[in-house]
T-cell receptor
Framework: DVKVTQSSRYLVKRTGEKVFLECVQD?????MFWYRQDPGLGLRLIYF???????EKGDIPEGYSVSREKKERFSLILESASTNQTSMYLC???????????FGSGTRLTVV | KNQVEQSPQSLIILEGKNCTLQ??????????LRWYKQDTGRGPVSLTI?????NTKSNGRYTATLDADTKQSSLHITASQLSDSASYIC?????????????FGRGTSLIVHP
């Protein structure tokens, strides 16, 4: 069964901490995405990557960075966590020809 | 600007009843439309995907329709079960060069009561 695995289901961090959210897919997908999901706002794209070592900003990249050193792994980094980054974070992957996304189970991050 | 609007925002029905969720979009050029189901605290899972030439697609008790002329889609759930309680998200993709840009709706929250 194909999978997108996010390293943590729940995470609590303090304001100012550097936070790493990890995502690994086993489907050999070229495309990987990071979204955040907030009540009433739906999914919003933070960053995406179409290939190893490449990245593109999404709609809300401020306060975030990403790393894709290997095809299967896409990391989201909060350089200095703030309370307004408390959210559900979803990783997804897809083939280049848009045959649909496979989502991870999500990481619920709370910044206190 | 590409937009996807879903209605209703939330819906409560009794177990065993049918319901229909709506999705209207202004996305161009249209590539495909997908419906996802998202259980609370989990990631979205794909239910159906439809391209321009398809106007209906079923997945068990879920049936999606697409009217590309009016840019509307619906998701019909038959004989609802308690496990259908979830958020249902409509996603419409536009083709941009060699890329596909998805636009997400905000979802319809469905609660099925016994």
């Amino acid at each position: 069964d194909v999978k997108v695995t996010q390293s943590s289901r729940y995470l609590v961090k303090r304001t100012g901490e550097k936070v790493f959210l990890e995502c690994v897919q086993d489907m050999d997908h070229e495309n990987m995405f990071w979204y955040r999901q907030d009540p009433g706002l739906g999914l919003r794209l933070i960053y995406f990557s179409y290939d190893v070592k490449m990245k593109e900003k999404g709609d809300i990249p401020e306060g975030y960075s990403v790393s894709r050193e290997k095809k299967e792994r896409f990391s989201l980094i909060l350089e200095s966590a703030s309370t307004n980054q408390t959210s559900m974070y979803l990783c997804a992957s897809s083939l280049p020809m848009d045959y649909g996304y496979t989502f991870g189970s999500g990481t619920r991050l709370t910044v206190v | 600007k590409n937009q996807v609007e879903q209605s209703p925002q939330s819906l409560i029905i009794l177990e065993g009843k049918n319901c229909t969720l709506q999705c209207n979009y202004t996305v161009s050029p249209f590539s495909n439309l997908r419906w996802y189901k998202q259980d609370t605290g989990r990631g979205p899972v794909s239910l159906t995907i439809m391209t321009f030439s398809e106007n209906t697609k079923s997945n068990g008790r879920y049936t999606a329709t697409l009217d590309a002329d009016t840019k509307q889609s619906s998701l019909h759930i038959t004989a609802s079960q308690l496990s259908d309680s979830a958020s249902y998200i409509c996603v419409v993709s536009a083709r941009s060069g060699g890329s596909y840009i998805p636009t997400f709706g905000r979802g319809t929250s469905l609660i099925v009561h016994p």
